[in-house]
Antibody, heavy 130, light 108 residues
């Protein structure tokens, strides 16, 4: 059974960098069939996709966060990570890691990510406060 | 950006009722629309992908339909365990990935 687990500091100071890691177990992050993403949810609010990565290192980011986000992968540890720089109180949220498929486009014949998230971690609350 | 309008924002229904939630996109998104269930303190759970495909293991009382800009999510017979917040989510190839505002479903 695939499991994802987020880890990292629960408290980050304003202007600093938020760093989280997602450890994948019960499956390989190097699977050619999946991408791995980060989604966040401020307390009492809705969901926001942050970005995704393929095991090769290809990344896709939410344009609204792109200037502050870096997602990386470590296939040897079966982990992928999130860094969000220059955080403010607005970045306080539960951060989830999740998996989504890769499939071949019928029209182009090229592989591409499809964004439905079928496995999720339990989430980790990160609070931005001094 | 593609805007998603999900309605209603909250809904109260009785056990056994048919429940419908709608999601409207600001432009044509083909069938790139998914539905999730989220219970308090838990991660979202995928129910429907690509507008109408039931995720493996999800009860058949859940269904989805629509294409283009207008989508519908239905629970055919509400059960007590269905109390949750439901979200639609769209995506395209740019990529742009956005979630609806959510519908909080309560038992009457």
């Amino acid at each position: 059974q695939l499991q994802l687990q987020e880890s990292g500091p629960g408290l980050v100071k304003p202007s600093e960098t938020l760093s989280l890691t997602c450890t994948v177990s019960g499956g390989s992050i190097s699977s050619s069939s999946y991408y791995w993403g980060w989604i966040r949810q401020p307390p009492g609010k809705g969901l926001e996709w942050i970005g995704s990565i393929y095991y090769s290192g290809s990344t896709y980011y939410n344009p609204s966060l792109k200037s502050r986000v870096t997602i990386s992968v470590d296939t040897s540890k079966n982990q992928f990570s999130l860094k969000l720089s220059s955080v403010t109180a607005a970045d306080t949220a539960v951060y989830y890691c999740a998996r989504h498929p890769r499939r071949y486009d019928i029209l182009t014949g090229y592989p591409r990510p499809v964004y439905y998230f079928d496995y999720w971690g339990q989430g980790t609350l990160v609070t931005v406060s001094s | 950006d593609i805007q998603m309008t999900q309605s209603p924002s909250s809904l109260s229904a009785s056990v056994g009722d048919r429940v419908t939630i709608t999601c409207q996109a600001s432009q044509d998104i083909s069938n790139y629309l998914n539905w999730y269930q989220q219970k308090p303190g838990k991660a979202p759970k995928l129910l429907i992908y690509d507008a109408s495909n039931l995720e493996t293991g999800v009860p058949s009382r859940f269904s989805g339909s629509g294409s283009g800009t207008d989508f519908t999510f239905t629970i055919s017979s509400l059960q007590p365990e269905d109390i949750a917040t439901y979200y639609c989510q769209q995506y395209d190839n740019l990529p742009r990935v956005t979630f609806g505002q959510g519908t909080k479903l309560e038992i009457k």
